[in-house]
C-alpha cells in the first residue's frame, strides 16, 4: 500500500478485525471525547459539530485505486484519527463504499453521537459497528472519556439503546478499563446491567496496552480481565493478540523504515508518522508488533514518549 494515501491507511494489522483497510473521514484529533487513555494523544479539537471535514469524493477516488490491488483485506474500517460519526459524508461513504466491493464494511465509534436519529439511519448499510463504553455513570464518563459538554451520559447511553433496536448487523461493544477508575466491583455491576439491556453481539474487554494520553492511566492485569469476562457471560471476550504474522502487510519494508528511523534518535509517533509519510494509526500498528518482538522500547522525557532502540 502507497503511504501517502492521506485519507486511506493499510492494510493493518487489527487485533479484532485481521487485516483492516483504515479510512479517516476527519481532521487529526477532531473528536467529542478526550480519553485518557487514547494513543494518538489529547484532543485538539473537541467538537459535535458534523460536517464533511473531508471531501467524499476525494476518498471515494482513492478507495477505488486500492480495491483495484491484491491487498488482503479482511474490513474496511472508517476510523481514523478521530470520531468518524462527526462526517457528515458518512453515510452517502458508506452506501457508495457497499456498490464498490464485497468486503465487510466497520465502523469504529464512541458512541456519543448515537442519540441522533439521523446518524443512526446513516449507520445501517455497515456490517459491523464498534461502539464503546468505558463507564456506567456520569462521574465516570467524566474521568475516562472526558466528553464534550454537550454530551450526556444517560442520552449517550440511551442511543446504544436505539441503536441496538434499528441496527440489524453485528454489534461488538468494547470496554477500556483502566486501573482504579472503572474496575471497582460497583462500576462494574453497573456495566454489567447496562451491557445486558445493550445486548451486543459481543462485548469485547480491553486495557491499557499502548502509550497513553495521561501518565496516571495505567492497565489492570490479565487475572482482573478474565474475572470481569466472566461476570459478563458468555458473548465477553479479551480482545486477542493478532496473530497472522506471516501474512504482514509490508510490501514497503514498514518495519524496516521504523527501525531505521528510531535507530538515528528516539522518535515520538508523530516524528515516525511524518518522516515515512504513513498514517499515525498505521504507524501505532507496526510499533506495537516490534514493542511486541522486542525490537523497540518506549520511554517518556518532558511529557513527551519516544521510541527507541
Not at 146 to 152: D, G, L
Not at 173 to 178: A, N, P, Y
Not at 261 to 274: E, F, G, H, K, Y
Request: hydrophobic share 35%; net charge positive; proline share 6%.
Amino acid at each position: 500500500m502507497s503511504a501517502n494515501k492521506s485519507h486511506i491507511y493499510g492494510p493493518v494489522p487489527s487485533r479484532r478485525l485481521g487485516f483492516s483497510l483504515g479510512i479517516d473521514l476527519v481532521p487529526y484529533k477532531t473528536c467529542s471525547y478526550d480519553c485518557i487513555y487514547c494513543q494518538l494523544g489529547k484532543t485538539t479539537n473537541k467538537t459535535i459539530e458534523r460536517k464533511e471535514y473531508v471531501p467524499k469524493d476525494a476518498i471515494l477516488s482513492q478507495l477505488d485505486e486500492i480495491l483495484k490491488t491484491n491487498h488482503a483485506i479482511d474490513y474496511i474500517t472508517f476510523s481514523g484519527s478521530g470520531e468518524p460519526t462527526l462526517s457528515s459524508s458518512l453515510g452517502e461513504l458508506l452506501k457508495e463504499t457497499k456498490k464498490m466491493t464485497k468486503i465487510k464494511l466497520a465502523v469504529l465509534t464512541n458512541g456519543s453521537l448515537l442519540s441522533d436519529p439521523g446518524l443512526r439511519t446513516e449507520l445501517l448499510p455497515a456490517d459491523l459497528v464498534v461502539p464503546s463504553l468505558d463507564a456506567a455513570t456520569s462521574e465516570t464518563f467524566s474521568r475516562i472519556n472526558r466528553p464534550h459538554s454537550a454530551v450526556e451520559f444517560d442520552r449517550m447511553v440511551t442511543g446504544l439503546l436505539k441503536f441496538r433496536e434499528e441496527f440489524k448487523g453485528d454489534i461488538w461493544l468494547e470496554v477500556m478499563f483502566v486501573k482504579e477508575i472503572n474496575d471497582n466491583i460497583k462500576e462494574i455491576g453497573l456495566l454489567n446491567s447496562i451491557i445486558s439491556k445493550i445486548n451486543p453481539n459481543r462485548t469485547q474487554l480491553n486495557t491499557v496496552v499502548r502509550p497513553p494520553t495521561e501518565k496516571y492511566c495505567h492497565p489492570i492485569n490479565e487475572s482482573e480481565l478474565q474475572r470481569i469476562k466472566i461476570s459478563f457471560g458468555k458473548n465477553c471476550e479479551i480482545i486477542p493478540e493478532f496473530k497472522a504474522k506471516a501474512k504482514r502487510p509490508c510490501p514497503e519494508d514498514v518495519e524496516e523504515q521504523i527501525l531505521e528511523l528510531v535507530r538515528r534518535r528516539p522518535s515520538t509517533l508523530l516524528d515516525i508518522s511524518a518522516c515515512l509519510g504513513i498514517h499515525p494509526n498505521e504507524v501505532i500498528k507496526w510499533l506495537s508488533l516490534l514493542q511486541k518482538d522486542n525490537k523497540i522500547s518506549y520511554i517518556e522525557y518532558r511529557n513527551k514518549g519516544y521510541y527507541k532502540l
